[in-house]
């Protein structure tokens, strides 16, 4: 049990965290309305630079609420779509 409680809280703590700034919020409101989208895409929906929206979706990743996913049948560049929460 005490394992479980661990995984909980690590789970709640980065929960917490990924949705304390402002700008992550948006950025997960985003994906899940849009459906996905590049990491330029979202640097422009919000006037973001690609520095600053690796990092925000490296703590949306984390927190398993956003997933990369590639699109290598087109050759384009793969993008992220917004995971569904499971408690």
Known sequence: ???????TS???VAL???FSHP???EVFSYLTRKKGCTEAGLAGA???TLACVRYHLR???SADLVAHVED???GTAGRYIAVAICP
Not at 1 to 7: L, R
Request: charged share 45%; hydrophobic share 35%.
């Open 10 to 12: 690590a789970r709640e």
């Open 23 to 25: 700008k992550r919020l």
């Open 46 to 48: 919000h006037d973001l």
């Open 59 to 61: 703590v949306l990743q």
């Open 16 to 18: 917490r965290r990924a």
């Open 72 to 74: 290598a049948d087109h």
């Open 1 to 7: 049990m005490p394992n479980e409680a661990k995984k």
